[in-house]
């Protein structure tokens, strides 16, 4: 199957610091990338969709300039939490559909632990 | 847009006993249901999907069943084993709600040894 990747794997930061995720489709192109949030034992929230080559559009409630997104090229999305606080500690994942949009492929996360 | 409902959300059994998660969607016209395994910390993966043109499709102890008249599918596991317990997704993929991809709330499964 088609493989996502996505850094960093964890990170800790301080309160008031910017903090980039990256997420990149290896042997395919996706021009289009969900990004997720997923708090303790709860499931999968939808935060925004990136869209290669336009703005990214945000769920209800998602403040688009906290959660900084850019998709730069056909391979490559970018997630940043800006000025992040203890509350945006969460697990933080990425996924691009196939390309028939029937089914998607995760990173592999990134846990995020603000101080 | 696809309206889905998965039951339960949570189950727990005894080792090598079977279980069976439900997920009903709303729109007729899908055609593509799949299965995907998130173990706690990690990425959910794809484990098991089914077209509409056929009822049952199995691999190994994992089996989906799909019933299009009451617009519901299943996901069997059989002789469960520790290594199981997970967290369940149906995700039936969109058709319209500019193609975004929701999730439920997912079916918490809990295999005791």
């Known amino acids: 199957g088609a493989v996502v990747s996505q850094h960093p794997s964890w990170v800790i930061c301080k309160s008031g610091t910017s903090v980039k995720i990256e997420c990149r489709s290896l042997d395919f192109q996706a021009t289009t990338m969900f990004w997720y949030r997923q708090f303790p034992k709860q499931s999968l929230m939808l935060m925004a969709t990136?869209?290669?080559?336009?703005?990214?559009?945000?769920e209800q409630g998602v403040e688009k300039d906290k959660f900084l997104i850019n998709h730069a090229s056909l391979t490559l999305s970018t997630l940043t939490v800006t000025s992040a606080h203890p509350e945006d500690s969460s697990f933080y994942i990425c996924?691009?559909?196939?390309?028939?949009?029937?089914?998607?492929?995760f990173g592999s996360g990134t846990q995020l632990s603000v101080l | 847009g696809e309206n889905v409902e998965q039951h339960p959300s949570t189950l727990s059994v005894q080792e090598g006993d079977s279980a069976v998660i439900k997920c009903t969607y709303s729109?007729?016209?899908?055609?593509?249901f799949p299965w995907y395994k998130q173990e706690l910390g990690k990425r959910p993966q794809l484990i098991i999907d089914?077209?509409?043109?056929?009822g049952e499709k199995k691999d190994q102890r994992i089996a989906v069943t799909l019933n299009k008249t009451a617009k519901h599918f299943s996901l069997h596991i059989t002789e469960t084993q520790p290594e199981d317990s997970a967290v369940y997704f149906c995700a039936p993929p969109p058709r319209y709600n500019f193609n975004k991809f929701y999730f439920g709330s997912g079916t918490k499964l809990n295999v005791k040894p």
């Open positions: 996924s691009a559909p196939s390309p028939t949009n029937e089914k998607l492929f």
């Open positions: 729109d007729s016209a899908s055609n593509y």
């Open positions: 089914i077209r509409s043109n056929v």
């Open positions: 990136s869209n290669e080559g336009s703005k990214a559009t945000y």
